[in-house]
């Protein structure tokens, strides 16, 4: 099980915004046109399903494409009794895409854009600011001050869910834990590669197999072990080394160049997700001696490389079994405008790079 992709989330919040509304309208048993207005709607987020992969692409490239999607939904809002509309619930699912694609201040500024359009509306076509319900100043601040709220607060609700469904994909270890040795050097007669083999390999009542996936596992559980959001790229960079040199004991080296720069947090699941994946395919199929993970600083990129002096790549490259993670984060990278590489690395092993704009990740 492993955390969704970004367009999951931007379809999913849709689906959930529409029901919602449906609910509403049965409720509040609305006109017949309005159950229209709903299909057509539906039918509209169909269509951005078959299409989210290039809508996505572009909404990095062209920012003005989520305004359009503000716009009709702003527009949906007031001709549906802006006041009262049950339409506001799927106009604030629709900031899920802004908050995804630009984060907490993509998420505030469409929101803004959205009660300011509403607004705009309300005023052009001459809608009545006063209506029957009670505590009207409410319903005012609810659609002037709702959007915004929701917009800005969604980029740190979904880097939760994603960070939920991270370690729950993560099966805890029913075996009793055991003391950790510290991790050892290699030597002329051993590498701690072939050390670490044949300490799984040793007669303990299991197969080779059995130990070897038992250390996979335990491996796999200290490194989605959640670390704290205020964390930096350096700092979980360190952290993720010294736990999988505690745990697999490849000795494992970090190498930082540059001076750190802040990075949009929309960014830090992804690094941190590929960091882990990275190092899990070094400790089951690399075979390897050494781990080297680098972080480079500079004006328009932060760049993460993780790579190690195993085995390589196969002949058929990264469709090799065990590397669909990294190949599904290949796609998420790419919709926040980042690049994600897997190579043969030179004299031996495998690269995985991470490279982040800083146009995208500021």
């Keep these: 099980m492993h955390a969704f992709s970004n367009h999951t989330y931007v379809i999913v919040s849709r689906g959930v915004g529409l029901i919602i509304t449906a609910l509403l309208m049965f409720v509040q048993q609305r006109p017949l046109d309005w159950w229209s207005l709903w299909v057509a709607l539906l039918f509209g987020t169909f269509v951005l399903m078959m ?3 290039p809508v996505m692409r572009a909404a990095v490239r062209q920012p003005w494409i989520l305004g359009v999607d503000v716009a009709i939904a702003a527009m949906v809002i007031v001709i549906t009794d802006p006041w009262n509309s049950p339409f506001l619930v799927y106009a604030c699912a629709v900031l899920a895409l802004p908050a995804v694609v630009s984060g907490w201040r993509g998420g505030l500024l469409a929101g803004l854009l959205c009660s300011g ?5 309300v005023l052009l ?3 009545p600011f006063a209506s029957t319900l009670s505590h009207m100043w409410l319903r005012w601040l609810l659609v002037a001050a709702g959007p915004a709220m929701v917009g800005a607060f969604m980029p740190h609700v979904l880097q939760r869910i994603r960070l939920s469904v991270d370690a729950l994909s993560s099966p805890a270890v029913l075996h009793e834990p055991t003391m950790r040795q510290p991790p050892v050097r290699p030597t002329d007669t051993e590498s701690v590669s072939a050390r670490w083999w044949s300490e799984s390999a040793r007669p303990t009542g299991q197969t080779t197999e ?3 996936s038992t250390r996979v596992e335990a491996l796999r559980v200290a490194l989605y072990t959640p670390m704290a959001a205020s964390v930096t790229v350096t700092e979980c960079v360190h952290q993720y080394a010294e736990r999988f040199e505690q745990q697999a004991l490849i000795a494992t080296r970090v190498v930082v160049l540059g001076r750190p720069i802040a990075h949009d947090e929309l960014f830090t699941p992804l690094i941190r997700r590929v960091v882990i994946e ?19 600083y500079d ?10 002096d195993g085995a390589g790549l196969p002949a058929t490259g990264i469709a090799r079994v065990g590397l669909h993670s990294l190949q599904a984060l290949m796609y998420r990278t790419s919709e926040l405008g980042g690049r994600l590489e897997v190579f043969n690395h030179t004299p031996a092993g495998v690269a995985v790079r991470l490279i982040i704009p800083v146009t995208a990740a500021l």
């Design 210 to 212: 059995v130990a070897v």
């Design 125 to 127: 076509l001459n809608v």
């Design 278 to 296: 990275a190092l899990l395919n070094v400790a089951q199929h690399a075979h390897a001696d050494m781990v080297v993970i680098m972080v480079r």
């Design 299 to 308: 004006k328009r990129s932060i760049t993460l490389l993780v790579h190690d």
């Design 117 to 121: 359009l509403v607004f705009m509306l």
């Design 51 to 53: 299409l989210v992969q």
